[in-house]
């Protein structure tokens, strides 16, 4: 894991009056300075999130739904079998839609009915990635829609994000104050901002897509992004 506090714009400076808009409009009548902190961690994944699809055209809507209801069993199936927990699979609900076709000067003419069923496994073993994603398109699950990185750690470095941010957001504050001959008094506001991690997308493809070429040769493990940022407002002495 490498991680690194960014610079960033301090917003604000010395000065009294009227606050900035992004102070919720307040008014202060007192000097003050005001500093963003920013931190952003680089981990490595240790686990995915899968995101697959099946979606069958038939000309009957029950023939559509069996079949699509039959990939999704026979791919959960096949989870179960290679020791996936039923906590790391969510299926979705039959989504069932009829298809027509438009002629001008013609009612619509209907021609068949799509069903889509959607499947979101985690993998928590990088390294069976590859062999799940085989499995789902020989299951029939012909869409792959997401494959997102995560880490089993992120609580953890949100955590040590936030307090990075907050020691940048510190040190710029002492740095300025100092800088300018003041004296940093007492934090007057903090705003914080939730900021969630960046996980990488690693692969889209439609049912078009050549799946054995993506599944061998395609998997770009990157690094998940763990960002977070605070302001905050001191007085001055």
Known sequence: MKHSLLAVLVAGGLFSGAFTATTLAAEVDFPHIETMGVSQIQVEPDMAELNVEVAVTEKDAKAAKDNSDAAVAKFIARLAAAGVSKEHIQSANLNLQPQYIYAQDKAPELTGYIASRQITV???????????????????????????????????????????AIVDAKQKAESLAKGFGENL???????????????????????KADYAMAAAESYQYGQVTIEDRVEVVYKLK
């Open 122 to 164: 985690t993998v928590t073993e990088l390294s069976r990635l590859n062999t799940i994603v085989d499995s789902a398109i020989e299951e029939g699950m012909n869409r792959v829609n997401n494959i997102a990185l995560k880490s089993s750690k992120e609580a953890e470095y949100v955590a040590k994000a936030r307090q990075e």
């Open 185 to 207: 008094g007492k934090i007057w506001q903090i705003r914080y901002y939730d900021q969630r991690p960046v996980q990488p997308v690693m692969l889209r493809m439609n049912a």
